[in-house]
């Protein structure tokens, strides 16, 4: 394998709908915005792509991808679909970071999409549930809100997880994506707005979930010889990992965690794991990639995280499957701050007790906030991680309010079906 | 050859949202022919009030839901006969849900543990408010009398009140 850059990206604004462009229109308008910002870059230097779309329910259209590669002009170069539930974007990402680091392009294309607006969003929420075992999970009343709220009413009799830690996830989300102009529902909230908002499934209110969203996003690939030539500010992928687990929830095994390197036995003596509470795919992928890249302790080698947060609670999992904080933490983690950017008032007070480094997780915005077109999710958070390391904010955001000063180290996580498939991909400065 | 040749015209039309840009009501719908193959006897059990799980032949490994195969070992599995009560592993209560399943909310989702069973099975519980259920919760199998055969044919309620 040899090295790996991230060397462009681009992303269209997620929207509740956008009825003027199709999918291959949207995918468009990112290509040009990343092929503008690489001048050097010619199409012709591009070797071929991957395209991430996950529904075809959605875009009830199949070999939706073939229609974006001919419309990019990349015919009759190599390309295929890749599609992973909600980590489709995420999975692309790595596919084409396969692509490069195998040898077989020096240029490889990662585009994704989604046009959830064609349908209402309760038709939205039946081919989500599509998502689930359609022979025993679906018919029971098919429903990913009522999955994750299931899954968080354990952790929270676990380990004491409240509804106002979770609350307090989509406070900041929202208000990090008030400096974001590519978010979809930016906002100002406070813990009571989110709480005192419609419930959808038990504990999980409709500021707890994120939208369903039109958008796409594309990131630009490229070995080391590809960015010598070019002449380019890349950022390096220097760690991929995936996981995955049990498509039913009630087949999640209840056995022992899987350590990370700062962790031991005795941390989790008690704990049944993953059971329903945790996503044992999202510790997987973190430890292939923290054993690619070389860390060996996340809460203190990395300095932000863009994560999956389709809902308050799994972001909080996530702390946890990450390393960030050890299982049980997530709650706590909230509280004392350390997931919060230090520069924006948030209107909430934190514990402030010292016990973590702080890592801002998704001063993007997060899906809560930019909201989550599928196939473009895990490619939005490729290209904020790269505008962060590339100390670009300011430029691409119009507003360098979410630039984190001397970024060294970034997280990307990506998932799927209550934690059947997650990636987690590292991006270093260089 | 007929150069005034004509496709005949219909009075179909289209449902028009918006015309600029032009937005259609477009219709799908399917019927599948679906096997439940190799799970086919959980659904037959349903039929005869029976909950059917599986139980691994090589390793013993127990799933309340069934699987051909077991996880853990990848040896086959024989079918055995799960509990009819067991407790409740977690719950919601759903008000909004999937478009099939709107005109049925609230409902409560529950993951029942069974003793000697190593994992969960997904159910609708009856006869709970969203602010009786808790974890722990004993609950008790029921079955529909006329079989839907579909994995709603079991539900659940309180077992002790």
Known sequence: ?430 | MNKDAKLPETEEGSVLFNVDPIIVKSHYEIDYIHSYAQDSPFFAGLAKKKLLGSRCTGCGYTYATPRGHCMECGAATDWCEIPREGRVHTYTTCFFGGEAFLKETPFTLILVEFDGVDTLFLARLAGAGPDEVTIGMPVRARFLRNCTFKPTDVYFVPAQI
């Not at chain 1, 009825?19 to 915005?33: C, I, Q, T």
């Not at chain 1, 001048?39 to 230097?45: D, I, V």
């Not at chain 1, 195998?102 to 349908?119: P, Q």
């Open chain 1, 1 to 430: 394998m040899r090295p790996v850059y991230i060397i462009s990206g681009g992303i269209t604004k997620f929207a509740k709908s956008h009825p003027d462009k199709d999918f291959r229109l949207m995918v468009r308008e990112a290509f040009d915005y990343a092929m503008a910002d690489v001048p050097g870059l010619t199409r012709e230097a591009i070797d071929g792509s991957v395209c991430s779309y996950f529904s075809d329910h959605f875009t009830r259209q199949l070999k939706a991808g073939a229609m974006v590669q001919d419309y990019l002009g990349l015919c009759p170069k190599p390309s295929r679909r890749i599609e992973g539930g909600g980590a489709t974007g995420g999975l692309c990402f790595q596919s084409a970071w396969e692509a490069v680091a195998s040898g077989r392009m020096d240029v490889c294309l990662a585009m994704g999409f989604e046009t959830m607006s064609r349908v209402n969003t309760w038709k939205g929420n039946e081919f989500i549930a599509l998502a689930s075992d359609t022979n025993f999970d679906y018919p029971v009343g098919g429903f990913y809100t009522g999955y994750y709220a299931m899954m968080v009413r354990r952790h929270m009799y676990e380990f004491g997880t409240t509804v106002e830690q979770m609350a307090k996830v989509a406070v900041k989300n929202h208000r990090n994506a008030l400096h974001n102009p590519y978010a979809q529902s930016p906002a100002e909230l406070t813990v009571d707005d989110v709480r005192d908002s419609p419930m959808v499934a038990t504990p999980l209110t409709i500021r707890d979930c994120c939208q369903m969203s039109d958008g796409a996003a594309v990131a630009i690939l490229a070995s080391g010889e590809a960015v010598a030539r070019l002449g380019v500010r890349p950022v390096r992928i220097s760690g991929v990992g995936c996981g995955t687990d049990a498509m039913r929830m009630a087949d999640r095994p209840h056995g022992r965690v899987i350590l990370l390197p700062h962790e031991t036995e005795a941390d989790y003596a008690a704990l049944d794991y993953p059971g329903v509470h945790s996503f044992r795919g999202g510790r997987m992928a973190a430890k292939l990639a923290y054993a690619m890249a070389g860390i060996t302790d996340p809460g203190r080698e990395l300095d932000f995280v863009e994560l999956h947060d389709a809902y308050t609670s799994s972001e909080i999992q996530t702390y946890e499957d990450l390393g960030l904080c050890r299982y049980g933490e997530g709650g706590s983690y909230v509280d004392a701050g350390a997931p919060f950017l230090p520069e924006i008032d948030y209107g909430l007070r934190f514990a402030g007790d010292g016990r973590w480094r702080r890592v801002p997780v998704n001063p993007s915005g997060g899906l809560l906030a930019c909201g989550h077109p599928v196939g473009a999710t895990g490619l939005m958070q490729a290209v904020f991680a790269f505008w962060q390391l590339q100390e670009t904010i300011g430029k691409h955001l119009g507003d360098a309010a979410l630039q984190i000063p001397d970024a060294r180290r970034g997280l990307i996580h990506s998932h799927a079906g209550t934690g059947t498939y997650i990636t987690v991909s590292i991006l270093e400065k260089i």
